[in-house]
């Protein structure tokens, strides 16, 4: 009788067991970025922050619509190809996750945009910076980092308003990132009374930039600006040296704003003379930003870049919204997207009728011993 007694109990015991993990629910969130090629230190960081995420709302006992929720990241690599972008956003479609945070570039971000409001999937970028991103009016695209009129025109600003220059060159990748804020850096700049003297063109996968820095030679600009990501800007900046072009003031975007570039650029002074702009606060002035820091240091070490902090709240602000909704169903939450007031890590999000984030600060930065330090 005892014996069966305990048998009972092991026997009910394991059925409820049985019932709760039946009870749990597996919610997959998609991230997208590059992660192979010359970009992949940047998609790696990015990945991380939305990893870090996971680990900590899977901490939490998340419950939604009665169950406890199990969420899982589905890490997909774009290349940094805007064809490989969209077939990713499709096989994250037809994986049915429930929500995507990415994608890095505005190139691959843009036309992904179009694939999840098809499919009708939100998604969060913390990286891509293009104003057209947010055009369409799509219901399902939203971005929590400032966008390139802000990086562009502050950089301008900063040429005029406090270095005083007056002649600058500009360079860009020909992408839609590079071109974009190199063609709002223009804009602010011949507003404030700067001259262009020259613009050239290079592209995403350029190491050799002797020829265009030449040519910008010829015309003593007192500036170059450039549009496009560290992989090409690290070897300029040793290229300018080379050429005499050194002593010039070199700005730039988030997309080299990376604690990368100083090695990329090598022994190449010139960093020092480098101003770039990056959308958002600096870790110190973020709400939790230095303590977030660390513990991103001690599970991730020596990867940190930028946008892990955006990727890490993109994530969160998702999750969010499927508890207000009390649905972890695309359809039912994604309209709580937009009345977002969220406690993140680099600032209290809320979002614009478009999607783009509100009251979005800038932080320009300079290179002090090779090291990123922030001026405001």
């Known amino acids: 009788m005892q014996k069966n007694l305990k048998l009972t109990v092991v026997a009910t015991l394991t059925m409820v067991a049985g019932l709760a993990a039946a009870q749990d629910a597996v919610v997959k969130i998609g ?18 922050g939305a990893r870090m995420a996971i680990d900590d709302l899977n901490a939490q006992g998340v419950m939604i619509g009665g169950k406890k929720i199990k969420f899982e990241l589905v890490a997909e690599d774009d290349a940094a190809d805007p064809k490989q972008g969209t077939a990713v956003a499709q096989k994250l479609c037809d994986a049915k996750v429930a929500g995507v945070v990415g994608h890095l570039n505005s190139g691959t971000t843009i036309p992904a945009s179009k694939v999840y409001n098809d499919c009708g999937i939100p998604m969060v970028t913390g990286a891509a910076t293009n104003p057209s991103l947010t055009k369409p009016g799509y219901k399902t695209t939203y971005r929590i980092i400032a966008n390139d009129l802000a990086l ?37 700049a011949l507003a404030k009374g700067l001259t262009v003297v020259d613009e050239q063109y290079t592209t995403d996968k350029a190491t050799d930039f002797m020829a265009i820095l030449t040519a910008i030679k010829s015309k003593s600009p007192d500036a170059i600006f450039f549009g496009g990501m560290d992989a090409q800007g690290g070897p300029m900046l040793r290229q300018m040296e080379q050429l005499g072009l050194g002593k010039l003031k070199y700005f730039g975007g988030d997309g080299i704003c990376t604690t990368e570039i100083a090695k990329l650029a090598g022994s190449a002074k010139a960093v020092s003379n ?39 709240d993109a994530t969160f602000v998702l999750v969010d919204a499927m508890k207000r909704a009390n649905s972890t169903d695309p359809k039912v939450y994604t309209p709580e997207l937009i009345k977002a007031n969220f406690k993140g890590v680099t600032t209290t999000i809320a979002f614009e009728p478009n999607g783009e984030l509100k009251n979005p600060a800038i932080t320009l930065y300079m290179y002090k011993d090779g090291k990123k330090t922030a001026m405001n």
């Open 152 to 188: 562009g025109a502050g950089l301008a600003n900063y040429a005029a308003d406090t270095l005083k220059l007056k002649k600058v060159a500009i360079i860009d990748d020909r992408t839609a990132y590079g071109q974009g804020v190199a063609d709002v850096f223009k804009k602010t």
């Open 274 to 312: 480098m101003v770039c702009a990056e959308g958002g606060a600096s870790l110190v002035k973020m709400p939790g930003g230095e303590a977030w820091k660390k513990r991103y240091d001690a599970k991730y070490p020596g990867q940190y870049q930028i946008y892990s902090p955006y990727t890490y």
């Open 31 to 48: 991230h997208v970025a590059p992660m192979s090629g010359a970009q992949a230190h940047y998609g790696k960081d990015n990945e991380n």
